[in-house]
């Protein structure tokens, strides 16, 4: 379905101007949710990243404190009044490393590093049509698809960035396959899977391995049509969705043992969104089909270290008849309680739904537009 909002919006987006704080800004408020006092568990609290439609320029980030049980909206333009009244357009991956927060913001071609502990403005990282984050030995890596947000058969090939995290200045930069997506590191290798979404019906097919040491493409795993999300498990096993073609093709997920680089099956399910936590790999589905015109929406649980399903639909009180489009999943390291987000309609507010390990409703609360990417803190929130 994401990709489906994509093609339908690319045009528009291209003609709106995607600078920063031209609209007025939602108000930041707060929400008591639970009695709090889990302070006791090393989890303090977790950041939201709403994308916001495409062309709106409405991202924003919500903060969820287990301390004190208080869901707070919109948590930038307050705590940053002298910068920009919002985020930009479309905020594509939330992450933390060290004492800084980032926020990658799409349609917008930068990155948002703040201070983890305040929300507040560090400084920011200029990367075309920036995508996805992940971090190793004080470098963040950054997949960008290197060009306009619009469909083109010619469209050229994407690239991974890399940022050193002290200074935040840019140090090398790697060509890879064509639009790219999400990316794991093992072994010294960073794999990133390449989407090929921008050259519809001509999808990439590929996941580009990138030597850390040297920074160049050593090998090109080819695996499945329109890739985009990738787990890595203990025991070496790197997972890798697969959107299909939306017609005949179907959505599913691909094994690759990076021992060998080689495909080692696939598990025959559609996974828009995937959370590992443990063993346990989360996977909801929004599987959109030009055929029918609708969407097929399925929360499968499926067990790594047994590799079998363990649960088509792990949401057990039947809350999932509420969910309109889940969206972005997140599970909690240590209480195991786990998070959908409703996009609902892409255009007003979101809802966030918290779960029970057992799959029981906790609680639900309004977030921003297209609640989506989740990033949990050690790091008291001030």
Known sequence: MKQYILISLLALAAALSACRGDI?????????????????????????????????????IDFFSYETGKYLRNIYPTRNPEVVKELGDVGNDIAIYGDKLYAVINCSHYVEVMDVHTAK?????????????????????????????????????????????ASL???????????????????????????????????????????????????????????HRMELDRYGRIYVSSRGDYYDIGADVYIIDSQTNQVAGNLGIAASEMCLS????????VEWSYITQSNTITYTLYDVGKQEVVSHNFIADGTDKQIQIPYGIAVNPETKDFLVCDAKDYVTPGTLYCFSADGNLKWKVTTGDIPAHFTFTTKSFQ
């Open 121 to 165: 403005h560090i400084g920011s990282i200029n990367i075309l049509n920036c995508r996805y984050i992940t971090f190793h030995k004080g470098k963040a890596y950054v997949s960008s698809y290197a060009g306009p947000v619009q469909i083109d058969p010619d469209a050229r090939p994407g690239k991974v960035v890399e940022v050193d995290t």
């Open 24 to 60: 007025p800004f939602i108000h930041s408020e707060e929400e008591e949710l639970s009695p709090g006092g889990l302070g006791n568990i090393s989890v303090k609290g977790f950041f939201l990243l709403n994308e916001g439609n495409m062309g709106s320029n409405k991202a924003s």
């Open 169 to 227: 200045q840019i140090t090398r930069e790697v060509v890879v396959g064509y639009q790219p997506e999400e990316m794991v590191i093992t072994g010294g290798k960073l794999y990133v899977a390449n989407s090929g979404g921008y050259r519809y019906p001509n999808y990439d097919t590929t996941v580009s391995v990138i030597d850390l040491e040297t920074f160049q493409v050593v090998e090109s795993i080819d695996v499945a049509i329109n890739l």
């Open 278 to 285: 443990g063993d346990s790999l989360y996977m909801t589905s």
